[in-house]
Each structure stands twice: as structure tokens, then as C-alpha cells.
């Protein structure tokens, strides 16, 4: 049986784009039996036609200038995977206007301009497709859209960037530093020459606005998302979470409380029984609470070439089917329909009521606890274990503490009063403590 | 906005139908808002009208005539969830052929009839789904349909039967015996009166033939895998096996090796440390290796009523969005077109190469382990661990040794030689050994 043709054109050909290039040619005859269409990349387009890549190309098929893509009447798909976020826009609009769909790895375009674009693609009746965008490999969005549609997700937990975890787990299991582990992590190839994105927390963040988008069927305002890193973690903390029975996880959450939705990205102290606990190494997952379908997790390779490129290339063949049944948008991208798509009341992180980990730098006196405890108290926070190894009189040693519930905005108040006290060296560490039922 | 209505009729009204029920009354809206179509069951098809059920239904959608939900001209999809074989085949084959779609939960009926089923569906244009059939909640089908159909899957590792893995972590955490175990998850409801369905492994084999289909792209004789249960499992074995490193569970496994695919379910000692360990009590996962996407696992809920109907209106919406698209079969339900499916060359179980935990039940007379050792040397067995912590000299004990690579045939006949020795006084017992990568 002969197979229609479906010609794509890819924008990159970096990390994600050879690895797509590579399946598409690999798996030409499995995809042509799934897809029910053979998938031709027949444009490729690059900066420079003569740098070295992974990949060896056909000279015809590469090309420097990104408007033969969109002037090709016979490109009906093309795959984004340039990164860019000022470009991929540019790009992904001037698609949409000529009536061709869009598969994108863009995480930062959609947390960024995902209203503009999911508008934009309706109007031209053609499909937006990111899987690609979140959690690498792991097929959490269409898992949201689809199998778990007839769920309200009550809560979601993201292990999201590899290179946190990746550096965690490193930490906790060979009690290195922060700056030793991302060094070693570099290295390795597991973390970016500018890491800030990574490990500031700020890529988790842009992958958790497209899941509350899905989950909860809105619009998210990215800045709104409340974003803290990995970078002043110890491997005392570690060794002190350990002690309790949790694990610290860098967590991108979302959660639901009546009206008001909770979108935030922190390290956060988790049982180690839980199955979040057990993802190690550069793997994600997301573990979530439906309210029929009880708990999920989704987890695998949440970046790298190959694992990225096999969500782009279910997106491609998502496409294909769809050109081929003549059909785009049965699924909408949000999982929702865009009339019924509202702004996100996101809930700042002052409202937020948990139990905290509390690591004071004190220097080590008669009464310094004494002093801790009664302005926790002060603020209504009451203390349910407390921790202090080492005892050097006179020397700065950590002081743990771990709270019952309290809220966010009277923890800060008291750790801010606690800092000005003359026996306080340093600012207070606060880890988040999240008790998932399990 | 005014949601167009889709009519279902619903055949069965037990734990899963009840559920079904549940989540399109208490998520109208928000269903409506995601389907983008009003989805009213308007049809119940019960035996009697009159039994007691946890869900109260309007008297005029209850009917005891399946006849009458084929015959109404309003109703474009049915859900079968009344479990039985052949009715349900017969219900399938008459909806297909009034060109209604068909949303189902039934393994066994997709494991034994699948072919004849999708052969007549695809002939009438209608959509077969069957997400509940396999891992109640969790989404699996779906992600080897479309998140990863850029992947030839390598293996697949499925715990698929929650009150096989029920029982395994019971017995694991208290130490309690196969029977005593078994009554007690009878007590919670959590295995059947005649579990020999389940504690057997045929459940877990029927959902297996569905993953090993969507898997490969093949066609399955059912009786041609391989099934063995967990009712000779004893907490020594559990014991062992965590001193060696390893947990027991009952896997459904299949791997592609060349042209020829594995399809097992048995008991099967994991390492600790991998994902599938982690999966405690009723709940299920998948765990599977692709070529381009690497690992990755699917975990959740694996029965009970809404696990199960969430997974049944994941399917329903699939239907709805397609059915206001006027599309059907977009996405052919086995994963590969129809024209492309062969018949799976199933692996005699003979073949498997891999690692053994062997236990004999020997009278404790030097020279035993000598013997057992010399037999298994015969077959071209070597041993890499041995066990024996109880002496008694003159009385039963059991002689645990674990093997190398060994083939099966040869182990098999290795164990039939050995059974035949004067001190071996019961049946050996043989746990297969999995060494997956992680």
C-alpha cells in the first residue's frame, strides 16, 4: 500500500532538531504504518549550512532563509525547534497565517505568549502541539487533555528540570556543595554554561504555566508564578531531611483551593516514601490527585535529544493523522474550549499553609533557641521538632527547626525579625514541607 | 454558549457503570466545557430495575432491553460495562453495524475477540475504545498510541493486577502467608470470591495481550503466552529476595527480540532500587523502554470504580470530540493501520534466557547441595549465590541458589531431575530474575 506524503518543515536543527531528523528517518516505515502518511522533512532551516551536526542531511534540503518554509504550499507542518523565543513567534504567527500547524518545543514561547498564539491558531483553524514543551518525553500534557479529562485535578507535582534533580540527588547521595555538584554537572552535559535558568527554578516555571493552563482549563500570567531555586540548599540540609525521613525535591506545583489556584516552583521537603522520591538522576515526573481517578504519575527523561525528539515526533504524527482525516483542533491545545478559558486567580505565595523546615545560622550561645522559639511563637507558629547537632560555643552552628502548619506570610515576618537578632549570622534558610496523601 | 447534546446509551450499571454515571453528573459542566458537547447518558441497560445501586438514576433512563439502546437512532455511542464475553461481543458486533460507537472496559473481551472487533469496526467507520481495559486510571494505551509512536518499544513491564500486588506487598511487609493474605483482601474487597482469576495471573495476561498489540503492531493468540500466578509465592521466598536485593512482582513482560516478541506474566524478583519496585498495595504501573524515548513509567490506580470510569469517560470525550468533528478512527485503536498488523511469532517461554532464584525443599543430609549442584552443572547451570540459613539435619529445609544466565528449557529439566532426588521432598520453586537497566 502506497502512503500520502506529508512534507514538514523544520525550523533548527540543534539538540531536538537531529534527534527528530534521526526518528523520522529510522523509524520511516514504522511511522508510515502508525501515521498512515509518509513524514518527509523536505526543509530544513539553519543559521549555517556548512557547521558540523550530529546528523548527515541531503545539501537540498538545507536552507538558510526561514521564508521558504512558509512560502511552501506544499509544507503543510512545520516543527519549531530553534528555540528562540523572539523568532519562534514571529514564526508560529506567520504559520497560522498561512494555514500551516505548528509543533513547538518551546516551553518559554507558550508560558510567554501561549494566549496570543492559541488564539491565533483557532482563528486559522490549524494545530498548536507542544508535549515537547513539558517533561521531555513524558506524555504528561496529552495524559491531561485526554485520559484524564474527566477528572478535576485537585493537584499536580512536577519534578520538571533534570539538572536540579540531577544536582539533588548528587548532593544527598555523595554530600558534595551546591557550586562543587554544578560544576560537575556542566561537565557532564547535564547543566548549561549559564545555569541560572536551570537552577534558579525559572525553566520549571515556564513548563508549570502550560500544566495549570491544562489542568485547570486558564490563562496563566507567568509572573505571578512564585519561583525559588535550588541554589541555597546544603548538604546539610540534605543530611538533616534525610534525618527526618523526607527527600528535597525542586517541585513545580499547582493545586486548587475553591477558586484560587496555587502555581509555585520551590525545593520542597518530601516524604521518601513517596513515589516522587524514588525519581533520581536527570528524570522527571509528575505526580498528580484527580478527583475520580486518584493518584497518577507520569515519569521518564525529562530532556536530551532523543527523549525530546520522540514527544515532537508523536506531535508530528498527531498532525499527520489529523491532515489526513482532514481535521485540526478536535482536541483543544488547553484541553478546554477557548470560550470557557478564564484568567488564572493565582494565590500568593503569603497565603500558602504548610509545615516549614527552618534552618537558622546562630552563633552558638545559651538562649539563642530560646530567642527563635519565642518570636515563632510570637507569630503564632508552633514548632514540632527541633534539631542542633553540633554545639561550639561561640561559633555559628545550624539550629533546625520544623514547624506544625503555619502560613507563609507570618513565617516570613518572623524569620525576618529573627535574622535582625544580634546571635543570627546569616539569612534563615526555609524549606517548604509538602505531606501528600500516599 | 449552547453545548450541542451527545446521547449515550450505557450497557451494565455495576461498579464501573456507577461511576461513569457519578463523573458526567457531578462534571457536567466542566466536561461540557472540555468536550465541547453536552454528554447525557440517556439510556441504562440493567437486569433488574429494582436492584439496590450507589448511584440513583432517573426511572425512565433504566431499561432491561439491550435491544433498545441499538435500535435508538439518537444514540451514537455505547459503553459496555457489563463485563461478560460473549455478551458483550454480540453487543459490539450489533453496534458496529448500526454504525454506533463503542466505548468498553473489558479485557477479556478485546484479549480473546479483538481482531474480529476491530475488523468490524474499522469496516463501519466506528471508534472502538478501550483505555479502561488495561491499568483502570492510568492512561498507557493512549501514550503507546501517541506520545510514543515515535519508539520501537524495546520492552514493556507491566504490575497490571492490583490484587496480585496487594497480596506480594502484604505478604512482604507483615509475613504472612499466601492464604491468610488472600482472606484478608478478600475482607477489604480487594479480591474476588474466586480469585483464581486474578491470583492465577489470566487477568493480568488479558491486559497484557492488549499492551503487546498496541506495543508491536500484532495480533495476539492469547493462549500462546505464558502465565504463571502467584500461589506459590511463601514469605521465605520474600524474604530471601530482599536479601539479595530484590522485591517480588507479578509482571506482565513483553520485549521485542528481532522478529520474534516475548509475552509473559509470572512472579518476577526486580532490584529495589527500580521504579516498579516503588509501586506498593492495589496500585498499577507500567515501566517501558523505548528506542528514542528511553525509560518510562505510567503509575496509578489499577481498579476500583472511578479509576476505572475515569478512564471510561477519558474514552467517551475521545468519542464526543470526534463525533462533533464528524471523524472517526483517527487514530487507529491498535496504534498501527489495520492493513499493517500481522500475527505476533510469540517466544516459547523455553527460549528465555535470565537470571533464576531457585528454592528446593530438601531433607538436610550432607551431600544434598552437592547433588543439586552437579545436576545444575549437567545442564550448563552456574550458580551465583547460595542460601541455606536453617540446619537441621535430617529435616525439610529449604536451599536457595541463584543462577547465572540460564535457559529455561534447560533449567526446566535441571528441575525435574532434581525433584526426582531422594531428599528433595516438594516441587521446586522458580522466580525468574529481570535485570533491567535503570
Known sequence: MAFPKIKIGMVGLGTVGSGVWKILHRHQALLSQRAGAKLEISKVIVR????KRPVRLPAKVLNSNIQTVLDD?????????????????QLALKAFRAGKHLVTANK?????????????????????????AVGGGIPILRALREGFVGNRIDSLYGILNGTCNYILTEMSERKTSFPETLKQAQKLGYAEADPRFDVGGIDAAHKLAILV???????VDFPKIFVEGIQGITPFDLECADRFG????????????????QARVHPTMISKDSMLAAVKGVNN??????????????????????PTASAVVGD??????????????????????????????IEPIG???????????AIDRPGVLAQIAKILSEFGISISAVHQQVREEGREVPIVVLTHDAQEKSVVKAIAKINRLKNIRRATTLIRIEEFCQ
Not at 549555517?48 to 557547521?51: A, E, F, T
Not at 507558550?110 to 488564539?119: D, V
Not at 498532525?319 to 477557548?338: D, E, S, W
Request: glycine letters at 10%.
Open 246 to 261: 523526607f527527600e528535597i525535591k525542586l517541585l513545580a506545583i499547582t493545586k486548587k483551593n475553591g477558586d484560587k489556584i
Open 73 to 89: 504550499p506544499e509544507i503543510k507542518l512545520i516543527v519549531e525547534v530553534m528555540g528562540d523565543v523572539r523568532a519562534s513567534r
Open 285 to 306: 515526573a509528575v505526580f498528580l490527585e484527580g478527583d475520580f481517578v486518584g493518584e497518577g504519575m507520569l515519569y521518564g527523561r525529562g530532556a536530551g535529544s532523543e
Open 108 to 132: 518559554a514561547l507558550l508560558a510567554l505568549h501561549g494566549k496570543e498564539l492559541f488564539q491565533e491558531a483557532k482563528k486559522n483553524r490549524v494545530d498548536i502541539c507542544f508535549e515537547a
Open 213 to 219: 493552563s491544562i489542568a485547570h482549563g486558564v490563562f
Open 351 to 361: 497565603e500558602w499553609r504548610g509545615p516549614y523546615y527552618l534552618r537558622f545560622q
Open 48 to 51: 549555517s549550512k556548512k557547521k
Open 316 to 345: 508530528i504524527v498527531e498532525v499527520a493523522r489529523n491532515i489526513l482525516a482532514k481535521v485540526a483542533y478536535t482536541v483543544p491545545p488547553l484541553g478546554t474550549h477557548a470560550a470557557h478559558i478564564g484568567n488564572a486567580a
